[in-house]
Structure formats: structure tokens, C-alpha cells
């Protein structure tokens, strides 16, 4: 009520007119933080962003396949959503791969090497931790909080400037305008000051290297 109040004697006044500048303001304000807020939790889920990668690039390789999935793993992203179901006979790429997933978290039974060998592709957060031979085949990097820009230094990506997101390629085409409109306010609005995500790797996506491969 007090914003249409104000807004509707905006042309009365000097001091209802900066009144009804600040709302305008304050609204266009109010929707960036929000975009970049929301674009900041889609790096939240790492875990996600991995197995969505393993099912890409394993699906149809082999009958039978089956991933060991770590705590980080499990709880930035992974749900049975994600998970090709087994009653799914023709999966991703059409052949007959079935998916077995495992969330252990016994500690003594990690510590077994023959709890390992049964999994041709594990994600971790620590690789070191696995036993046996193992390639890692990607990295998901993780939003590890905001570091400040400054005019004489460039962003990670300086082709596409953005607000607080790394360059990434699973950006959407609204964010890469709204990448091109940041840069754009670097340039004209803050003057080469800027705010940049901090990422660093979160998950690894790790295949099981048998002497039979």
C-alpha cells in the first residue's frame, strides 16, 4: 500500500519522485540478488553434476554396471530421481545396462579391498581413500564461496564476465545473457570491480582400472 501510495504522487513532488526512483531501485535490486542467489545454488550440487555425467558417458558400455556413491556425493544432489531405474530395459542410450548404485558408509567395510573391487565406477570426494586402481575421468568443482574482483584483474572466464558464476558449460542460455549483461555492467556500472564464484574440486568420477582392461 505504501509503495502504490507513493508511486501514484510520484509527479508531485521532487521528494515523491526520488521516492519512486528508490522503489524502482529497490525492486530491479531486489530481482538481481535473487537471480544471483539462484544461480549460485546450482553449484551446490556437485554430486548431482556427476552422476548425470556417468550415466553420459557409461550408459550402454557394459550389461551390468555398479557405482559406489560417497556421503559428499550423496547429499549434494543425488536422489533415486537421478538413478536409471532397473525396470528400465532400454536406459539412456537405448541398450540394456543395468545400474546398481551403493551408498555405504561403514567404515569397516571400506576398508576392505574386496568391498572395491565390485564397483566399476565409484564418485568420492577423496579419491585417496579408495582401494585399488582407479583413473579419474572428471571433476566437479563445488561453490566454495564469493571472492571480490578488482578493476586491474580478470575473471576466470574473461570472455564471459559474470556477476557470481564461474564459467561453466552446463550454463543455460539465460545465463549466458545474463552473463553478457554482467559484463556489461562491469564495465559501464562498477568500473571493473566485480564479484566472482570461488570453486574448487568437490567430486571426482573414478573408474575402476582392472589388469583385464
Known amino acids: 500500500m505504501g509503495a502504490s501510495w507513493i508511486w501514484t504522487r510520484r509527479n508531485k513532488s521532487m ?24 544461480a549460485v545454488s546450482s553449484f551446490n550440487y556437485p554430486g548431482a553434476e556427476a552422476l548425470n555425467y556417468l550415466h553420459a558417458y557409461a550408459d550402454g558400455s557394459q550389461n551390468v554396471i555398479n ?7 550423496c547429499m549434494t ?8 531405474s532397473t525396470s528400465n530395459t532400454s536406459s539412456l542410450s537405448g541398450a540394456n545396462t543395468l545400474w546398481l548404485y551403493d551408498k555405504s558408509e561403514d ?24 582401494i585399488g586402481s582407479w583413473e579419474i575421468i572428471y571433476i566437479v568443482e563445488g561453490f566454495k564461496g564469493v571472492e571480490l574482483v578488482r578493476p586491474e584483474e580478470t575473471l576466470r ?22 552473463k553478457a549483461v554482467a559484463g556489461w555492467m562491469r564495465i559501464r556500472v562498477t568500473r571493473g570491480w566485480w564479484l566472482q564464484a570461488r570453486m574448487e ?3 571426482r568420477v573414478l573408474k575402476h582400472i582392472r589388469s583385464s582392461d
Open 107 to 130: 567404515d569397516a567395510k571400506l576398508l576392505h579391498p574386496a568391498f572395491w573391487e565390485q564397483f566399476d565406477y565409484v564418485l568420492a570426494e577423496r579419491p585417496e581413500k579408495l
Open 67 to 73: 557405482v559406489h556413491m560417497d556421503t559428499l556425493s
Open 15 to 38: 521528494a515523491y519522485r526520488v521516492l519512486a526512483l528508490g522503489l524502482v531501485a529497490s525492486t530491479l535490486g531486489s530481482f538481481a540478488a535473487s537471480f544471483g542467489m539462484l
Open 201 to 203: 574440486p568437490s567430486v
Open 157 to 178: 572466464d574473461s570472455s564471459t564476465p559474470l556477476l557470481v558464476l564461474p564459467s561453466a558449460s552446463h550454463i543455460s542460455t539465460l545465463g549466458r545473457s545474463f
Open 77 to 84: 544432489g543425488i536422489t533415486r530421481f537421478l538413478q536409471i
